[in-house]
């Protein structure tokens, strides 16, 4: 099961850095478009810095779980060191907390 979760993790790590540097290219690229299509741009912009954000956000809570994992503290609740329950890590594979201590 631990080897499942494992290389979900890194799946989703691996996804999402294409993700990121996909976003990063098209900034650049952005950029160097011709000025009347700016404001439609900045609208483009602003979706993307959005998405770019969360990915950065997901991306470092899965480099968390992976340090975690490594130390053989995945799995185990930051809060009260409790199990967190498999279910739970399946739908949020990076989560730290066990249902109790995240309410
Ligand atoms: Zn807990």
């Known amino acids: 099961m631990n080897k499942e979760i494992l290389s979900s993790l890194l799946e989703k790590k ?5 993700r990121i540097s996909a976003i990063e290219a098209d900034f650049r690229k952005g950029r160097s ?15 993307l810095n959005e998405i770019h954000l969360e990915a950065k956000i997901e991306l470092g809570l899965i480099s968390q779980a ?5 130390n053989k503290e995945y799995g185990f609740c930051s809060q009260c060191n409790g199990v967190i329950h498999p279910k739970r890590l399946k739908i949020l594979p990076y989560i730290d907390t066990c ?4 309410k």
């Open 14 to 18: 691996y996804e999402l850095q294409r």
């Open 66 to 70: 992976l340090i975690r994992f490594e």
């Open 33 to 47: 478009q011709d000025f009347s299509e700016q404001t439609c741009e900045n609208k483009n912009n602003e979706v």
């Open 99 to 102: 249902i109790n201590c995240a």
